[in-house]
């Protein structure tokens, strides 16, 4: 039978560009959040964090916003490039919790940067 | 350091042999997970392990699904028998828990790429 993939979000964008990926968590009661980079290939990667006390965290180049009210995270990447070409994938947690680190992922957005 | 370092990257076998994935995680962590990607289902949390006691392990598929960690250096992923719809990348990550919570980032290795015949 035919088989059915993941249809996943897409972004494209041009090179130095700004680019927000969106999330929509489900769990009010978690308290931390992370964004990982997926390339082709490899493993997920971390990208910046952000605590449930905190609606803002910057990094190079990127930043992240929390919205507890309407359970929603946002990744934000400036003078976007063609090496940020990757899936993006925001991950939940009751770290505060017991939860031994446990995260649940987003289904990812794929960003693609065009020269 | 090295990272989390899984073995093999890449595995052919073929329908009805056992298979077994390893992954080392980085030293100092105390906890482990293993996951599955696939078009289909995305990134799917089989298991984890805390201290090596695992913890929940509501995500294995079936019973044909095992993973031990022996200890704090060690994990092993099992599948017997091997059949064509376990055919993913099966990643290990780990991370470390304090006694506030688990506020840090799990730390992925890169990842075995199992394809069943």
């Known amino acids: 039978g035919e088989s059915v993939g993941l249809h996943l979000p897409t972004l494209s964008v041009q090179e130095g560009d700004n680019s927000i990926i969106n999330c929509a968590y489900s769990?009010?009661?978690?308290?931390?959040f992370i964004w990982y980079k997926q390339e082709s290939g490899k493993g997920p990667q971390f990208i910046i964090d952000i605590r449930s006390n905190m609606d803002k965290r910057q990094g190079q180049r990127v930043t992240v916003l929390l919205n507890k009210t309407v359970k929603h995270l946002s990744l934000q990447i400036a003078a976007t490039q063609p090496g940020d070409s990757a899936v993006y994938f925001c991950?939940?947690?009751?770290?505060?919790?017991?939860?031994?680190?446990?995260?649940?992922f987003g289904q990812g957005t794929i960003l693609t940067v065009h020269p | 350091d090295a990272g989390v370092i899984q073995s093999p990257r890449h595995e052919v076998t073929e329908m009805g042999q056992e298979v077994t994935l390893r992954c080392k995680p980085i030293s100092g962590h105390n906890s482990l997970f293993w996951y599955r990607q696939t078009m289909m289902r995305g990134l799917e949390l089989l298991i984890y392990?805390?201290?090596?006691?695992?913890?929940?392990d509501s995500g294995m598929p079936e019973d044909r699904f095992s993973a031990k960690m022996p200890n704090a250096s060690f994990s092993t992923l099992k599948i017997q028998p091997s059949e064509p719809r376990d055919s993913a990348v099966y990643f290990c990550?780990?991370?470390?828990?304090?006694?506030?919570?688990?506020?840090?980032?799990?730390?992925f290795g890169p990842g075995t790429r199992l394809t069943v015949l």
């Open positions: 990550a780990s991370s470390f828990q304090t006694s506030g919570g688990s506020y840090n980032e799990q730390f």
């Open positions: 392990f805390n201290n090596n006691v695992p913890i929940d």
């Open positions: 991950a939940e947690s009751n770290a505060g919790g017991t939860s031994y680190g446990k995260l649940t």
């Open positions: 769990n009010s009661a978690s308290d931390y």
